[in-house]
């Protein structure tokens, strides 16, 4: 919602929609079951049931793409992915599916801009699971930053976020896979469980469209429902610009006692020009993270960034992120913070991959691999959800090696993680959500 330029009695009518949404959300749970028809529940999610946002505050259904094909059994289910929304504004959701139908299934359930919290749980015909998960939903508005009577203060956001799923007023789920299929949505408002922030770049970020992919995306698949994970990652940022952007200031005026900040920069505070942020600033601007986050009781954690895809005739992966790495080792040793050192357990796991087996971690395509694709992909930063989903694997490694504190919060029965032996490409599979983008996001 972008209010500097509204009149204030439109900024008033719209603040008002958005605490209704927050206080039907917080007052108590929303149930929203399958029905043939909407007379038999209060909540009933028919084919009719579409997310009409005229409805505002007390909008809700399915949304984006075509509504499920099947009603039968109470079950919602498709042979296509599907999508749900609800009105909310910012803070944490707690959100319960019970999945399954009359058929068997295998459904994959992401949020907002593609996190991934459900990774194709299979169930046999009449089966059904209930799994539970927490979203965070966040809009530009910064709480507290304006004077009374003025405009809201908000995020500066980039062309590319204008209307995205992660900076609007609802909560967005996606229901994919072979047959994806569920009973029962249910979903209420959280504000007492631990946040873990992320502050970063492109390569963390929930990149929205197929086939691009990060890290941070990935990461919810593996926390259990006591800890919310808020990816305020964005394409193309620095250390520095993420405080300019009032990125940071967004975080701040959100986080609590408790909470966790993982931060993870150095693409693209390196290069050359307007941008770029030396080494001794780099260091200064990271000190000012974590001393911002220790007043407040958030535990900060520090992350190297992986390398890019680049080889040497040896086969091995060259350093191009110069001194940034070793600076944030520097800053993590004298700061006495936790480090997890992407950049060391990318560089084993691309070499175990090989020069080949990095194209299909990266995004490297033919030409019309895509729809309106008529140039081969060919990018040695960004990840597909293959290289992105085994870099997560790598920061959850980490946090379990070392037992930091965010080691509590996993999933139980999480495989160990090799870098050294990754999953075969041909042994995994995520199915691809419906939207897909062929422009290079922000940064390289």
Known sequence: MHLQSKSPAAICVALTLVATACARLAAQEERFTCQASSRSAEHALTADTRFDASKAATAYGFDLAASPISFSKAACSSDKPFFFSIAATDGNYQVTVDLGGPEASTTTVRAEARRLF?????????????????????????????????????????PREI??????NKLTLEFNGEHPSVRS??????????????AGDSTMVDQDKEPWAAWGQMLPVFFGPKVVIANDAESGETIKSFVGERRLAKVESTWKSGDYLLIQFAHNDQKPGGGFVSIPEYKDLMRRYIADARAKGVTPILVTAMN???????????????????????VAAEQHLGLIDL???????????????????????????????PQELKDDTHFNSYGAYELARAIVQSIRDQHLPLENYLRPNIPPFDPAHPLPFAEWHLPSSPFV???TPYGR
């Open 118 to 158: 459900i990774d194709e749980l299979s169930l046999a015909a009449k089966q059904s699971k209930t799994v539970v998960f927490n979203v965070n939903v966040r809009t530009p508005t910064i709480a507290g930053a304006a004077k009374t009577g003025e405009a809201p203060v908000e995020v500066h956001l980039k």
């Open 163 to 168: 209307g995205a799923l992660d900076w609007d």
């Open 185 to 198: 949505i249910t979903i209420k408002r959280i504000d007492d469980l631990p946040t873990v922030y992320l």
């Open 308 to 330: 890019r895809r680049k080889f040497d005739a040896d086969g091995k992966i060259e350093q191009t992120l110069g001194e940034y790495p070793q600076a944030t080792r520097d």
């Open 343 to 373: 950049n060391a357990m990318s560089k084993t796991l691309f070499e175990a991959l090989g020069d080949a087996g990095t194209l299909k971690a990266f995004v490297h395509y033919p030409a019309n691999t895509f729809p309106d694709q």
């Open 437 to 439: 983008s062929t422009t």
